[in-house]
């Protein structure tokens, strides 16, 4: 896990590996051995056979990921804040040690440098990073709900200044060897192959006499005078940033200033009595749960065959989209549509998407371009009998999908995987006739691709788990977080999300102000309202899929709300691209015409359900998708509450300090919750 | 072991200083080997090797062949060198290519070829570059300021890349007055000339669904919302009034090539995937055609476009064939005045003698099955991509039209001629 070896010039190598594991993490196990060897280095440099250490990874593309995140699950089980603050200060009191050790001591980081991986490194005299993608160095604990509890609010300001410091410990953004650099977190950055080496190289540096070069001028707003204009930005942003429902960003503002100026041991202190409350807070624990959810998710399958090439049929919106993302993770793509101008729109977003991953600086030129060029257009169906996986985005349209996917077959080999794109029709309609239909599956992706990380796999009646297994390799090369469904109209977040929206549009039937609902939606912490969502989507689409879902549902009710969705459509408030729909745009004021229009679709307009209680309507609506979500889980079409909770999170902007879904109907109680809580969570 | 010839892909072809001006040779490279690769079945690891040709060395990229192949999207364990042999380099790569696959060392390779002919280098006269270099060079302002004081204005004349490639140094004619030379020799007249380019254009534009088989579209920038997906060169509305208003480009007063009878200089790439018969048959493919033999044979550079009537009978004899045998010619048109030349030597039992030291002319070319999708006149010539789109082309027509033997041949700046003989796989 962690071997120390002292190499004949007196300088020892601290090298992180645990065996069996891809990742080198904290847990426990691994804190207890660093005290250990600690100790033995404290005495080898007491007696001088030791001049230097370098702390390397043994692991590819990683130095060290961060804290045991399930460890962060059984603290907040016991739910006791001191203790927690308690198990803080203990790993506090073993990255001070390394830091007080005589002897330089330099971390060589070659990868996933994160959180505490990142304080352990900070505790260092220096740090080198190397070159490599790979490497990611940041201090994301405020994406759990919680604050760096190592020294992180502590170390990190003192290095590099307050200003820069909040920015990485309130965005929780990570950054790349060059970048590190930049911020002077990383002190220099060498090739990747000799990492190890160049490491162990600055330490006997360091220990012959050599001296670390740091620009005093990055850390001038250390200096008193300067500190509160810092911080009064810094809290201007963590309000606006956080509407006052993440306490964490609070928190680490209050660490990193009360640090400044105070002995590091007084700032250690707090904020080890910091973090004790988040981590057993509801927040946090939903944070964490849902990264681990996700994380799982994205590991899934992870043994399958993986996909070399992929087909892209439909160079529109969607099909361009994943044809970019895929390129973008190193697929091999061939991208069909009926034309050279249809293509250019799909090739289009190929280049968008690969400069803006070169301007952020996700990764350099050369590399954006190569990937870039990993899409092949074609008009014809050439090209496609090397293609591990197909998946079509051509109109929603069962005859066209059907005719599609017979020309993939006659196209490719007898293990390609079609995967179809839809959004309502099933899976099992389009496989009908096809002939090889254990290899269709659904892949549904969100709009935009790049920006939505959730996509839904679909396992139809006859899909093979090969194919479903080719879904997930290629979700996952796309950097996706999938989840498995299956064959259910509106598939995991439409199906929940419609009859929302529905019990929104009821809501207004029955005399609701829209925008009353809306608010108590968005100060619920859905990222819009329901009627601001109905706009996006377009409201002839919504009735579209609202009707086959009613189709497919009849006895649910809900025909006034369908009545009035399909009379909008008709008057041509058809949504946001048509500048009118429930609001009017640009200026989001309600539609006038919008009175009349419930009226004739048998509702009440006299103003009677006005101004509702917000916490009522949130209730209400919410409630609603908690039945739906029940619903999916009694009838199997999803294996786990979880992988709603997590749909829900990715797909439909679900606020995930709530946890998800069903974990906030859990947490809430009342009818629909004990019954979540009885049947599922067990 | 033969060679086969897969399947392949060329960019469109656009004169230099039009639609594919600000696109680089690696990106028409790039497009046109991906898509090579995409149509032949082979999947990326299964390349063995890569093989450009390439004329004017695109300065960010001395071996091109290299930039391309790994932004095509193969490994980067796949090898790729360029090759130049002037006007037949991408022929040479085909070349190159079936001698690694018949000798076994490889069993799939990308074999092609590009130009950017609109972006060759401007160079700067020797005047501006020893300043340059003596101002980088000076240790001190002064004599740094020493050095500077010497430039005046005429150091910044620029010196077009392009025209310095374009005229021969072993005999200081350009290629040009190489066509006008032999149009005297062979006695060529202009309306020969103007009626041969004249049916090139005509050939081209009716072949417009033909020739799109063979390509794959480019997307042009700035906004990328473009895609050039024919051929820019072929006129619809050519006729020989307009071809003979044109004056002589190169000997004003008793010339007859003008720009009209002249292939104009152009942007383009094309490739071939070229694999064994095991290769092929392993993945089940439908190979195009099989490369049966091949020769280059050297000339005077005054007389360079005559090349195809030195190369094509040694080629045919390596293949034992005879020039009767072969249902379908690509010789490339460089200049009308050099083909029909070609043709008239090939035909002439006193060139065959003289020249050739053969006892009987090779024979004749038929003019319906030679060239039978236009040429190079009316497409352009991408110096460095025109061997490989020859043979792709004639690959992909003797396919259509069932044809036993196909000969693609061209003439190549500084006396040479190249062949390279197909036969149905």
Redesign the interface.
Known sequence: MIDLSIGPDGIAELRFDTPGEKVNILTEASLARLSGLLGELERAAAAGTVKGAALTSGKKGVFLAGADVKAFVTVAAAGDPAAASAKAAEGQRIFSRLAALPIPTVAGINGACLGGGLELALACVSRIASDAREVSIGLPEVRLGLIPGWGGTQRLPRLIGPGRALDLILTGRTLDGRRARKLGVVDAVVPAEGIALAARREAARLAAGGRVRRAPWDRLDRLAPLRPLVFAAARRRVLAQTAGRYPAPRAALEAVSYGLGRPLEEGLRREAELIGPLLVGDVSRHLVQIFLSSRAAASAGAAAADV??LGVLGAGTMGGGIAAVAAMGGL?V?LKDVS??A???G??QV?ALSSAAARRGRMPRHEA??RE??V????DM??F??CDLVVEAVVEDLEVKRRVLAEVERATPPACVFATNTSSLSVAAIAEGAARPGRVVGLHFFNPVEKMPLVEIVRGPATEDAAVEAALAVARRMGKTPVVVRDTPGFIVNRILMPYLGGAVELLAGGADPVAVDRAMTSFGMPMGPFALLDQIGLDVAAHVAGVLAAAFPDRGGETGLKLLHGMAQAGLLGMKAGKGFYRYPSRKPSPELKALVAAAGGRTDGAGGAPEPAAVADRLVGVMVQEAARLLEEGSVDRPETIDLAMVMGAGFPPWRGGLLRHADARGGREGSHVRRRFYG | MPALVV?GARTPFAKAGADLRRVSARELG?AAV??A???S?????EIDAVVMGNVASPADASNVARVIA????LPEAVPAHTVNRNCASGMEAVAEAAEMIGSGRARVVVAGGVESMSNVPFLVTEELKDILTAAARARSFPARLRAWMRLRPRAFKPIPGLLAGLTDPLCGLSMGQTAEVLALEFGIGREEQDRFALESHRRAVAAADRLREEM??V?LPP???????DDVGPRRQQTMEALARLKPHFDRERGTVTAGNSSPITDGAAAVVMASADAVRDRSLRPLASVRSWAAAGLSPRRMGLGPAFAAPLALARGGARLADVGLIEINEAFAAQVLACVAALASDRFAREELGLERAVGEIDPDRANVNGGAIALGHPVGASGARLVLTLAMEMRRRGAGLGLATLCIGGGQGMAVLLEAA
């Open positions: 070399r090439r091999s061939r050279a101008e293509l250019a729109r090739m289009r280049r371009d190569r060029a990993l092949a257009p074609a008009t050439t090209g009998a090397s | 399947a790039v991906r898509e690769v995409a149509r079945g082979f999947l990326p690891s790994v932004q095509a999207g794959t579209p997307f906004r990328w919302d473009k895609a050039l997906h």
